[in-house]
């Protein structure tokens, strides 16, 4: 995971990647805060996307709606998907990131959806 809980997971494919935050935003990553976190394959990754959900409904000011109740919504999505309750809410999930990253004030909704989004469509986590 680069970037820390608001930037993005890289997978397998992307190791070859520089550690370039300009050639990263090109393939969707950020080197953000500057955090590295390297899961080995004894990580439960739906562990990690609760509790980065959790961080971030927590850390919602709750000033502006997308931001305010799409943390709680994305969180219950993330329950809904990891027992195992259909397909639905993958779109749900990518339906509330783009409404948080697109209508949130500040920088917290804004990418309080991508390492999450990243994890679904770069690891196939929820999936
Ligand atoms: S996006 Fe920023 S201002 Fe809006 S609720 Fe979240 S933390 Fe507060």
Do not use: K, W, Y
């Not at 992307?14 to 390297?38: I, N």
């Not at 439960?44 to 709680?72: W, Y």
């Amino acid at each position: 995971m680069l970037g820390g809980a608001a930037g993005g997971f890289a997978g397998p494919a992307d190791l070859d990647l520089p550690l370039d935050d300009a050639r990263l935003r090109e393939v969707g990553l950020t080197l953000g805060s500057g955090v590295v976190m390297v899961h080995d394959q004894h990580v439960d990754l739906v562990d990690q996307l609760r509790r980065i959900a959790a961080f971030f409904r927590d850390e919602s000011c709750g000033q502006c709606v997308p931001c305010r109740v799409g943390t709680i919504r994305q969180e219950e999505a993330i329950e809904r998907l990891a027992a195992g309750t259909g397909e639905a809410d993958l779109s749900l999930l990518r339906d509330i990131a783009g409404a948080m990253r697109d209508a949130s004030i500040c920088g917290l909704g804004q990418t309080a959806a991508n390492a999450i989004q990243s994890a679904v469509v770069r690891l196939g986590v929820l999936t």
